[in-house]
């Protein structure tokens, strides 16, 4: 039997409060919350006493542990607090439970912010399978079995709020209703993948802490990447979300789709690099065919040369599960590498460059618009490869006007899409923000751009689909 100690009782920590009892190998001895009598908390908790036959000790600070008689097996956190961190500290420093204490997370964000604990010989009492792809066997796989290869690059999916939202807007498609971003942002939030407002989910930061912890593992690389380099399904700075019709292009156009790619690649310089994009993928690609909320790795590397893995990245039943599988694990699964070999720098740089890009947008609807916003591009060296131009009364030419709402004006717009060839991330960036200044082309607002680069699928040898980044 073990015994264990919960900190966050939420979704997560109340189902493995519910699979530890099914288990009836784990007794739970305590649980740490900050709002332990709130409403919401309350059934879930009645429910466990009327299973357990007898009253759950909730306690609402660390500073109400005692060393002696609350000394557990393992401690279960998942509370989504970056300051969580603090308990890690009490347990190692203060509580002095050393390494007889597991610490078990599924707290990507605290886990991110702070690697150097969570890493290197000493941190033997960590455990963090569940603070990425909740369901899948990743960190382990990575940690103890793919890492003693040389790791080359990762490609992923590795937000399933998201992924759900972008399958979900796809699929509207076909039905002809236009399932907008807010509508499948509040399915997806009543469906308990994402939390009201969908912050860290749609802005890229969730996934990019979950490549940022396997990028620490693959390459030893200890610090954070740079923003620039992480962007989500929502901008919520200068540019424009995802839209449905953006789907349409990329369909009807480039045979793709659009996915959320987290990708990291080893390279011939010293730094890791390091991304985090809304990009069009072809739809032939394993990438493409992720569906719903599910999560995907593809790992790249010398000997085993491709490796990759799918299933449930979140929900509290696959989460609480790999949480549960970490109580029981025996062998440390967080380093292999000196802490010599860390690595302090991703390559900082935006000079990140894809063969294509695809940019879509909306302008007046006035002669001369279309040379106006080609020449801008050719003066900054970028070359426009192909138009876009859906016909009236086609699917989706209405719908990111709607959308967007120009109000009065909305008769006066045309929507429009184009590719350009091989440019930087940095390059399209400041061509796009200087674009809309001209007021006799373009209407008085923010965000009136996408841009996604396309991730081209190379066969590598025995049919391994292979997305690298060429540097
Ligand atoms: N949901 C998923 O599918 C999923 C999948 C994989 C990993 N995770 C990770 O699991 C963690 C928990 O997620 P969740 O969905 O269970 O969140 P949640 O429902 O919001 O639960 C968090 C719980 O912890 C409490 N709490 C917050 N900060 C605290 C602190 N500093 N000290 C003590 N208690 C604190 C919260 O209290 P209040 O009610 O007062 O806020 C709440 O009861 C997050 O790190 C998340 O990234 C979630």
Known sequence: MKTIGIIGFGNINQEVARQAIASSKIEIKWILDRSPTKKAKREARQQLEKSLGKKLRFIKSKDNLSSKTDKVDVIVEATGAIG???????????????????????????????????????????????????????????????????VQGMVGILNGTTNFMLDEMEKSIDAGNNQTYDMVLNESIQRGYAEPGGAGDVDGQDAAYKLQILSRIAFGTDVFPNKNLIRGIDDNEIFDRVRTVDFIYANKYLESTIRLVAIAQSTSKAQPFFLVHPMLVPKSSNIANIKGPDNYIGIYSKYLVYTDMQGKGAGPEPTACAMLADVFSHKSCTDNTNEKQVIKAFRDSNDVYFSRWMVRGSCYDRPGVLAHIFRHFENKGINIDEVFQLQVGETGREWSKKELNFGKEQKKILPFAFTVTKTSLGQLHKTLSKLKLDNNFFPKRDKLFAFYPLLELKFAENGVQKFMIEE
């Open 84 to 150: 969580a961190i603090e308990y890690l500290r009490f347990k190692r420093k203060e509580l002095k439970w050393g390494n007889d204490v597991l610490f078990v997370t599924a707290n990507k964000a605290m886990v991110a912010n702070h690697l150097s604990e969570f890493f290197g010989s000493s941190n033997n009492d960590v455990r963090i399978e569940a603070a990425v792809a909740a369901g899948l066997p990743l960190i382990r796989s990575l940690s103890e079995h793919i890492v003693s290869d040389e």
